[in-house]
């Protein structure tokens, strides 16, 4: 089946650092979505991407789909200590109505 | 606007006992539903989705169902709760608009089975 990997699990850096993740699939997605997930709380969409090469932005967060589609990355600038928390890809391929999850990034930011 | 509500939020049941959890959304008209369950510390595992009233896709064979009554309703249960069946358990919404395949969650519903 689809398996979409998310690097990394986890990260600590410094308040203000800039933090990359990524997602990549075994297969082509026409959608890509990225969440935050807070605990005890459902997650709540940041970003969401629909075409081949789109850079997308929401304040300090950039995230970008993939040319092959088949991968995305979600960049923070300036972290601050509100960016803790655990962070999602989601991926839709086409024709179908589901969304395959990544595993998570889990982000810790010191002060 | 379109919210999504989930009911309780948390839940202590014994083993054995049966299950319903339940998930409204208001603000939109025919909208995708999904059930997924997230172990602690762990991804997302999509139980269930469903397109349309009565229609019902199961992605993991389990101790688990899901009901779809009306439009904007959608329903989790089980029979017989398993110690397993204990988790973090989300409904979530996709309008039919495209190209907004934007997908929405609930607040989740917290679940352990003793």
């Known amino acids: 089946g689809q398996q979409l990997n998310q690097s990394p699990q986890s990260m600590f850096i410094q308040e203000g650092e800039d933090v990359s993740m990524n997602c990549t699939s075994s297969s082509i997605f026409n959608t890509w979505l990225w969440y935050k997930q807070d605990p005890g709380e459902g997650p709540v969409l940041l970003i969401a991407?629909?075409?081949?090469?789109e850079l997308t932005s929401n304040g300090r967060l950039t995230a970008q789909f993939g040319i092959t589609r088949k991968d995305s990355f979600l960049n923070i600038s300036a972290s601050i200590p509100s960016d803790v928390g655990i962070y999602f890809c989601a991926g839709q391929s086409p024709g179908t109505y589901k969304y395959i999850f990544g595993t998570g990034t889990r982000l810790k930011v010191l002060a | 606007s379109q919210t999504i509500h989930q009911w309780p939020a948390t839940l202590v049941q014994p083993v054995g006992s049966p299950l319903s959890l339940e998930c409204t959304v208001e603000?939109?008209?025919?909208?995708?539903l999904y059930w997924y369950r997230q172990a602690a510390g762990r991804g997302l595992q999509l139980l269930f989705y469903s397109v349309g009233i009565g229609q019902i896709s199961s992605e993991v064979p389990q101790n688990l169902s899901a009901s779809r009554p009306q439009d904007r309703q959608f329903i989790l249960s089980s029979k017989k709760l398993l110690l397993s069946d204990s988790g973090f358990y989300l409904c979530a919404w996709k309008g039919l608009v495209n190209p907004h395949n934007e997908q929405f969650f609930g607040p989740g519903t917290r679940l352990t089975v003793l």
């Open positions: 603000g939109t008209s025919n909208p995708n």
């Open positions: 991407l629909y075409k081949a090469g």
